[in-house]
């Protein structure tokens, strides 16, 4: 289905990501009472009247900020205007108009496009404050009192905005996309990463640590398949988290890892695997998620001191509790490698979802217990009746057993790599559980 865009434009502080929360139904943007808060554009789908619509909350537009981060917000925020089919620009009816609401004005009569003017903070409900007039001198048509705190005159904006949206005919379709959440530490170039493979800034990229605050979706086609990716913030020790919005953005980090099928975690070849880096895939890892090491920056180790095999062999050490992650080592200013990525993700998500018939299942069980019988424990036995697949992402397995307690983590471990190596489950953790006979649940 193809959906209309609205983007939400104004100076910083306004109050656009309440609003963004409002339509979208959902608390998606970070909302904090501090000017340039959101700096990067984020998506959500919004419905109103049987209309689907996708919502763009962008960072606050500087006009004349020389700041290296307000410049590329208001970039951002540019980049925004020229994708939207319809743009709100919201204004703060408290503080009345302001040099930059006029300055973001005469950006937004250059579009050529529909602009919805809304005055936001108008808490009272009835008659609008005689304040909200002085915005016609905005040049921009009626301006719309809501609150977007309150939530009062939401219904009003969201009538406009459909009544400004083309013709576009919707044709359903069933698409599979892979959810590809790219995790790591701060500054290690997954910004960077999302830029390359889009071919445009879709992110803000800087050397500054913590640029990136929210997770950002990008939906991606090309001839592998149908991808969104999620670049998130990157996450810091605890101890070094004391910026409030900082706090957000690890948590907004850990949802979309929840939400994603595959995790990329960039490691940052230079520094090689840190503590940090061990606790973000463990929180993956702990997920279920399907996993690739993606050794970053590898344009600038010297190869005659390091070598792939050698310094694989440093990142399995450190990474032991996930050694079936499949490593590729990339640049993402070079773009090495960077295509090959796509063939490891459909390979992981493949493996993650992948189902098993229970006959087929049993031949691989049947033939591991024949190689490495179960040991006697106290004079018994551990007898494996059958084993079945319950369900992927990742696949997890149920082995119905005489007594449970004689299956042993290093015998359960076996079993387990056993299916690993005959079904090619490359890049997915694997869960193993046993049920005794007298149990009725798992």
Not at 78 to 104: N, S, W
């Amino acid at each position: 289905m193809i959906k209309p865009v609205v983007a939400i434009i104004g100076r910083p502080n306004v109050g656009k990501s309440t609003l963004f929360n409002v339509l979208v139904g959902e608390k998606l943007a970070i909302i904090e009472d501090r000017p340039g808060v959101t700096r990067d554009r984020i998506y959500a789908d919004a419905e109103w009247c049987g209309r689907t619509f996708q919502v763009i909350d962008t960072g606050g537009i500087e006009p004349e900020s020389e700041d290296i981060i307000l410049k590329q917000m208001r970039r951002q925020a540019e980049l925004a205007m020229d994708m939207a089919d319809v743009i709100v620009f919201i204004t703060d009816v408290k503080a009345g108009i302001t040099v930059q609401d006029e300055e973001v004005a005469t950006i937004l009569r250059r579009t050529k496009k529909p602009v919805i003017l809304v005055c936001n903070k108008c808490d009272n409900v009835g008659t609008p404050p005689a304040d909200i007039y002085e915005f016609y001198n905005l040049g921009l048509g009626d301006p719309m009192p809501i609150s977007a705190k309150a939530k009062l005159g939401i219904g009003e904006v969201l009538d406009e905005i459909c009544n400004h949206f083309p013709n576009f005919e919707e044709d359903v379709e069933d698409e599979e996309r892979i959810n590809v959440a790219i995790i790591g530490k701060p500054n290690v170039g997954k910004s960077s990463l999302v830029n390359y493979i889009l071919g445009e800034e879709r992110t803000i990229v800087s050397d500054i640590a913590g640029t990136t605050r929210d997770a950002i979706d990008t939906n991606f086609e090309n001839k592998y398949g149908k991808y969104t990716f999620i670049d998130t913030a990157g996450i810091r020790k605890k101890s070094k988290v004391y910026d409030r919005i900082e706090k957000y953005s690890v948590i907004k980090a850990q949802a979309a890892i929840d939400r994603s099928d595959v995790c990329v975690i960039m490691i940052d070849s230079l520094e090689g695997v840190t503590e940090q880096d061990e606790k973000i895939a463990g929180y993956a890892h702990e997920k279920g998620k399907a996993m690739i090491i993606a050794i970053n920056k590898w344009d600038l180790i010297n190869k005659g001191e390091t070598t792939v095999d050698s310094y694989k062999k440093r990142v399995r050490e450190k990474f032991k509790f996930m050694s079936y992650a499949p490593i590729i080592f990339i640049s993402t200013k070079t773009g090495q490698r960077v295509e090959k990525l796509f063939e490891l993700i459909n390979k992981v998500y493949k493996a993650s979802t992948f189902r098993i018939s229970t006959g087929v299942l049993n031949d691989v069980i049947i033939e591991a217990l024949a190689v490495t019988p179960p040991n006697v424990e106290k004079g018994k036995r551990l007898k494996v009746y059958y084993v079945t697949q319950v369900k992927n992402k990742p696949p997890t397995f149920v082995a119905f057993v005489n007594d449970k307690e004689l299956m042993h983590f290093s015998y359960m471990r076996y079993l387990e790599n056993h299916i690993r190596k005959n079904f090619d489950l490359e890049g997915t953790p694997i869960v193993f559980l046993a049920r005794g006979k007298k149990e009725k649940d798992i």
